[in-house]
């Protein structure tokens, strides 16, 4: 089992950047793809942005793709998501989740194992 620990949301305004950051611990941590999912109000959870254990491979939503930048530093076991032109519609609580295996199952919320409680991203127009 993998912990996640999320931080770095906030309130920002459109046009804006954020950086969350996610710490991963656990016997599997830094053998696992992580990603980021975000959920909106009143909407189903989904997909942003995902990356290898390796950091070789990283897979992106359509809506984030040239906005959002995944990462991590597995000597601190930890993944990051850069995020900049913020966007009102990215309003959304963002979670941390940890995949099975050194890379990604797929991009269902089923498909990952461990899950961290999320931050909360407000995107003022």
């Known amino acids: 089992q993998v912990q996640l620990v999320e931080s770095g949301g906030g309130l920002v305004q459109a046009g804006g950047s954020l950086r969350l950051s996610c710490a991963a611990s656990g016997r599997t941590a830094g053998s696992v793809a992580l990603g980021w999912f975000r959920q909106a109000p009143g909407k189903e959870r989904e997909f942003v942005a995902a990356?290898?254990?390796?950091?070789?491979?990283?897979y992106y939503t359509d809506s984030v793709k040239g906005r959002f930048t995944i990462s991590r530093d597995n000597a601190k076991n930890t993944v990051y998501l850069q995020m900049n032109n913020l966007k009102p519609e990215d309003t959304a609580v963002y979670y941390c989740a940890a995949d099975s295996g050194p890379t990604l199952s797929g991009t269902r919320g089923s498909d990952m194992e461990d899950w961290g409680k999320g931050t909360l991203v407000t995107v003022s127009s």
């Open positions: 990356i290898s254990w390796s950091g070789g491979s990283t």
